[in-house]
């Protein structure tokens, strides 16, 4: 048997590593991606001080703290039994407002977007936000960096950090927000809307207005038919901050809706023995191992996952625009691993619209931004982080001192999709040991798709990951080595 | 950004184990970031660039003008990295609370890899796991053989690994200091090495809420920020509220307490004080009246006034641990 190795640079910690095994035919038997990092939140988060917590644990990822620290703060929430005041609900939700248009045009622009931009077979050294601006003038990358520069500025202001916010309490938020500043984010959440609809015109042009392009994002290799999981508003519209877990079966029937407390009911998870990671899985349906369909339990969540789980968007531009995805890929749900370049997009343009309209709530600077608390107990809060649902659930002691905490961050959620998405694009570009040079474009792709921060597990997400093939005989005899 | 001579200066980026933040840090200079490439060129940056290992390796010592180091050492990887990157740079910066003190990851340092891997694969709520089944260094699976790296049990800083010639503190490094860090070495103008690239001020001499004649101040009792709602024009510490920023060096405009937060120490010691946990607890024993008027309080009173201070180690250590005199938990055999 033959042994494919893509490791980004030798075995850096924090990178993961792709190994594909051949069969005698020279075809894609398996492939394994592993993640070769740990860091034991969980245990060391043991015996800290509860309201710690939301500054603690936005230490996981800090491609995505805010994620991290709301679901820490709303933990709090229910840990404490404290309802917090409406416009700390509001300025809450305008601060992951700003992190969803910073991280989601991070990924799109820096990261991901460039394949389609610039091009899936163009040269590695042109597919980044410098190719971007190469390709779409000097002006649009300005553009680019001042958007995500804004959503940055959104979250600074709420929460005194743009990386690592401090402002997350049980009950609240620490501080109301002051006119002038809410006068500013008005004004930078309006050009926001403006920039994503210009931003989906040029997705709009360049790559459905390319045949070729939809035909890869329609292709087996990139398909998987799986459950999808979001949190939804009342109305079953995509919602970040707030509401119940909804999860639809792979024909886009409503599977299971519950409330965050219930999650134990219904997600389980799976230890492997060649990874850090654990592979979580739907309890009900059950491990079925890396396979896709209904009897499955393997599930995907992130933009696409958001949008399939959804009935729609709660506004109107973005409402708009997930019509015509669905209409344009062929009704819902979709399985298109690639669409979820398009879903983060109009994902932005939610977040962008949603901004204004709660920076134009009156209740925005209203001074009643925080309850105290209750007893110390237990909680459990999700959010939706810019790759998926956040799970973080708190046992406390009668002090308020932490004495468990389970975490299932996004990404690890898509974990066994993803290696399935690996292997799947592999097969179909690894014939009879041949081994095409446009695998490594592909592979990537495919996994690039789901933006997998595994800084949550490791940190590849940032940039450009490089990738070195290496190709193992039956003896292990390296026979080629393909590197960028 | 002016660079006095023609040639332009070689950089570095690198990452242990961190959470990204630093890097992101670094594209939040946004449109300077243009400025930079004018007097630099980027020679190594993992995140972002295609160099490998292999090419840093072929680098002649000293290749790499200035090399900024984030995250914390943790593995052997971690450690062959900060090394090699050591031989092959002229300046090195530890970059960040982690390479500089430990960082919030190296709270790790209270616990050990088999607690953390009980705690994640066996006692874990979500997982099942009747097998007992637990990650391993190698392992066949039905088509061959794969490799994890080990994961260790302590955490380590730049400095404890190699030597360092600069630190940026912060969790991450406010985008000034991180602009101010660049501009110091485009003008070729770098302190004597050892130095922290920060001002030579406390966190509380940046603060709006200082008050003038701090050293009269006296609190009664503590109070955890989630059960007051404090006055927000008063000192936080007045209010009863452990704030770090007596203890902590500034360059970050005391932001988390501009809303209202104490504190946390991200910044590390103050100037010409190495031991941040330490001046935190010793101010406070004078805040409490516990040094000055001694006489005043029985032992009972002691105990009862410190029995309010929750988990002094994660308060008062939270980004410190590995590089303070505490380091880990003692490993029992």
Redesign the interface.
């Known amino acids: 048997?033959r042994?494919v190795t893509i490791n980004?640079?030798?075995?850096?910690?924090?990178h993961g590593k792709i190994?594909i095994?051949l069969n005698e035919q020279g075809n894609v038997?398996?492939a394994?991606l592993?993640i070769?990092e740990?860091?034991?939140f969980?245990?060391?988060?043991?015996?800290?001080?509860?309201?710690?917590m939301p500054?603690?644990t936005s230490?996981?990822?800090?491609?995505c703290?805010v994620a991290h620290h709301m679901a820490g703060t709303k933990t709090?929430d229910a840990a404490?039994n404290v309802e917090p005041p409406s416009a700390a609900k509001k300025l809450r939700e305008l601060m992951y407002c700003g992190y969803v248009i910073e991280d989601h045009t991070?990924h799109f622009f820096y990261l991901g977007g460039p394949d389609f931009i610039v091009g899936p077979d163009a040269p590695?050294?042109k597919r980044?936000i410098l190719g971007i601006i190469e390709k779409a003038g000097l002006e649009v990358g300005?553009e680019i960096?001042?958007h995500?520069?804004y959503g940055?500025r959104i979250v600074e202001i709420?929460?005194?950090?743009?990386?690592?916010p401090?402002?997350g309490?049980?009950?609240g938020i620490?501080?109301p927000l002051r006119e002038e500043d809410r006068q500013e984010i008005e004004k930078m959440a309006t050009s926001c809307v403006d920039f994503v609809k210009r931003s989906l015109k040029l997705f709009h042009d360049i790559v459905l207005g390319n045949e070729n392009y939809v035909e890869m994002i329609k292709s087996d290799a990139y398909t998987l038919k799986t459950y999808y999981m979001g949190l939804v508003d009342e109305d079953n519209n995509v919602n970040f901050y707030d509401g119940k877990v909804r999860v639809v079966d792979p024909n886009g029937n409503e599977f299971l809706k519950f409330a965050p407390k219930d999650?134990?009911n219904h997600?389980?998870?799976?230890?492997?023995?060649?990874?850090?990671v654990?592979m979580?899985y739907l309890k009900k349906v059950g491990w079925k191992g890396f396979v896709d369909g209904s009897d499955s339990g393997v599930y995907r969540v992130g933009p696409l996952g958001r949008l399939n789980a959804a009935d729609g968007m709660a506004t109107p531009s973005a409402q708009e625009e997930y019509e015509i995805m669905y209409k344009t890929l062929g009704g819902k749900p979709v399985h298109s691993t690639l669409a979820f370049h398009w879903a983060r997009l109009i994902e932005i343009l939610y977040a962008a619209e949603r901004a204004v309209e709660l920076s134009k709530d009156p209740e925005i600077t209203s001074k009643e931004v925080?309850n105290?608390?209750g007893k110390p107990g237990e909680g459990v809060g999700i959010v939706e982080a810019a790759r998926g649902t956040l799970i973080h659930?708190y046992v406390l002691d009668e002090?308020?001192?932490i004495k468990?905490v389970?975490l299932?961050v996004a990404t690890t959620n898509n974990y066994p999709a993803i290696c399935m998405s690996i292997r799947d694009a592999a097969k179909g570009l690894i014939h009879s040991g041949k081994v095409s040079e446009a695998l490594l474009n592909r592979v990537e792709m495919a996994f690039r798709a789901y933006d997998p921060?595994f800084?949550c597990a490791s940190?590849?997400?940032?940039?450009?990951m490089?990738l070195?093939f290496e190709i193992y005989n039956h003896e292990k005899k390296l026979l080629e080595r393909l590197?960028? | 950004m002016i660079r006095m001579t023609k040639e332009k200066l070689k950089f570095a980026f690198y990452w242990a184990a961190s959470c990204g933040g630093c890097e992101i840090s670094v594209l939040d200079i946004n449109e300077k970031i243009l400025e930079i490439v004018q007097v630099a060129d980027i020679v190594f940056w993992p995140v972002a660039m295609d160099i490998k290992y292999k090419d840093v390796e072929n680098m002649p010592d000293k290749h790499i003008d200035v090399c900024f180091f984030n995250g914390a050492v943790r593995t052997e990887e971690n450690e062959k990295m900060a090394k090699l990157l050591r031989k092959k740079s002229k300046t090195l910066i530890a970059y960040g609370s982690c390479s500089y003190m430990g960082g919030i990851p190296g709270l790790a340092n209270v616990t050990n890899r088999r607690e953390v891997f009980e705690e994640v694969y066996l006692k874990n709520v979500s997982t099942v796991n009747p097998n007992g089944v637990a990650p391993k260094t190698r392992v066949k699976v039905k088509e061959g053989e794969l490799e994890l790296p080990e994961f260790y049990d302590t955490v380590k800083t730049l400095a404890q690994t190699v030597n360092v010639d600069y630190y940026v503190p912060g969790c991450p490094p406010p985008v000034e200091l991180t602009i101010n860090a660049l501009e110091t070495i485009a003008k070729d103008e770098l302190p004597p090495k050892g130095s922290v690239l920060a001002p030579l001020k406390s966190v509380c001499d940046e603060c709006p809420l200082n008050p003038l004649k701090k050293e009269k101040m006296q609190i009664p009792e503590i109070h955890r920020i989630y059960e007051i709602i404090p006055d927000p024009n008063k000192c936080l510490l007045e209010q009863g509220i452990i704030c770090m920023g007596p203890a902590t060096r500034g360059g970050c405009g005391a932001r988390c307490i501009k809303v209202g937060m104490p504190c946390t120490g991200c910044g590390g010691p103050c100037p010409n004080s190495s031991a941040q946990g330490a001046a935190m607890m010793s101010a406070l024993a004078s805040l409490l009246g516990l040094e000055e008027e001694k006489q005043k309080y029985t032992e009972a009173d002691v105990e009862k006034l410190i029995a309010q201070i929750k988990d002094p180690l994660g308060t008062f250590y939270m980004y410190s641990l590995p590089s303070s005199i505490l380091r880990r938990k003692v490993m029992k055999k």
């Open positions: 048997m042994e980004p640079i030798t075995r850096l910690e924090g190994t095994f038997e398996n394994y592993q070769p740990l860091r034991g969980e245990r060391f988060c043991v015996g800290r001080k509860a309201e710690d500054q603690l230490r996981i990822c800090g491609v703290p709090l404490f991070l590695p050294e980044n300005k960096i001042k995500r520069a940055q709420i929460g005194g950090k743009a990386i690592h401090a402002c309490l049980p009950g620490s501080k999650y134990l997600i389980n998870e799976r230890v492997e023995e060649w990874t850090y654990k979580p925080r105290l608390p659930h002090d308020a001192l468990n389970n299932i921060c800084a940190h590849f997400a940032i940039g450009q490089p070195t590197q960028r």
